[in-house]
Structure formats: structure tokens, C-alpha cells
């Protein structure tokens, strides 16, 4: 019988289309000024989705929290440099102050969510 754990991954789902709802309104006015009216709000329930995944998750009893972050430090080195390579070209492109810290903002949210996720996926049905 598997054990019942809270919604993870649903949460980590939820916290990455958020993100990419935001970009894509963002990206889908440029280069005229884009809509952060929108993206802002969906940034922060973005933001809150991923902290209520990682207050349920360092929750959980009995979690083999080894093989969790074997597998999310690695994820999360790897996805630092791709967000890193996309900020930069953000910067290189001269994106305005506003739309960058949005986009710097959702970089974040994808770059902390993927490693969460992927660890998570590994350690739920690893021995604790």
C-alpha cells in the first residue's frame, strides 16, 4: 500500500504553469511594454504555491531526505547555469528594469521548483 503524502507535486505543477503564464503575457507584448499588472499577481501566487510545497514537504515523516537531496542538489546545480545562461541574455539584451526583475523572478521560481520536484519524485518511494 502506498503512503499518503500531500500534494507535492501537484503543488510543483501548479507553481511552474503560473510561471509560465506570466512569461508568456510578458513575452507576448514585447518589445512594447509588457502587461505586469498580470504577471506580478501570477509571479506571486507562483511564489505561494512553491512555498506551501516546500513547508508540506520538509513536513512529511519518515522521508528519505538523503536520496531527496542527492538527486535535488545536482538538478539544482544544473538548473542554476541554465537559469543563469537565460539571465544573461536577458541582461545582454537590455530587457527594462521592471520586466527583468519579473523574468529574474520566474528564473528563480523554475530553477528552485524543477530540483524540488525531481528529488521529490525520486525520494517518495525510496526506503527513509
Given at each position: 500500500?502506498?503512503?499518503?503524502?500531500?500534494?507535492?507535486?501537484?503543488?510543483?505543477?501548479?507553481?511552474?504553469?503560473?510561471?509560465?503564464?506570466?512569461?508568456?503575457?510578458?513575452?507576448?507584448?514585447?518589445?512594447?511594454?509588457?502587461?505586469?499588472?498580470?504577471?506580478?499577481?501570477?509571479?506571486?501566487?507562483?511564489?505561494?504555491?512553491?512555498?506551501?510545497?516546500?513547508?508540506?514537504?520538509?513536513?512529511?515523516?519518515?522521508?528519505?531526505?538523503?536520496?531527496?537531496?542527492?538527486?535535488?542538489?545536482?538538478?539544482?546545480?544544473?538548473?542554476?547555469?541554465?537559469?543563469?545562461?537565460?539571465?544573461y541574455a536577458?541582461?545582454?539584451?537590455?530587457?527594462?528594469?521592471?520586466?527583468?526583475?519579473?523574468?529574474?523572478?520566474?528564473?528563480?521560481?523554475?530553477?528552485?521548483?524543477?530540483?524540488?520536484?525531481?528529488?521529490?519524485?525520486?525520494?517518495?518511494?525510496?526506503?527513509?
Amino acid at each position: 500500500m502506498e503512503r499518503r503524502l500531500p500534494p507535492i507535486a501537484q503543488l510543483g505543477a501548479c507553481t511552474l504553469a503560473l510561471a509560465v503564464i506570466a512569461a508568456i503575457v510578458i513575452t507576448s507584448k514585447i518589445p512594447s511594454d509588457p502587461p505586469l499588472a498580470v504577471a506580478v499577481p501570477l509571479l506571486c501566487l507562483a511564489g505561494l504555491s512553491l512555498a506551501v510545497a516546500i513547508v508540506l514537504l520538509t513536513r512529511i515523516p519518515d522521508f528519505a531526505w538523503a536520496k531527496f537531496f542527492l538527486v535535488a542538489k545536482w538538478s539544482l546545480l544544473g538548473y542554476i547555469v541554465i537559469a543563469g545562461m537565460i539571465e544573461y541574455a536577458f541582461i545582454h539584451d537590455n530587457t527594462p528594469g521592471s520586466t527583468l526583475a519579473a523574468m529574474s523572478a520566474m528564473l528563480a521560481l523554475f530553477a528552485i521548483d524543477v530540483p524540488m520536484l525531481l528529488g521529490f519524485s525520486v525520494a517518495r518511494y525510496a526506503d527513509a
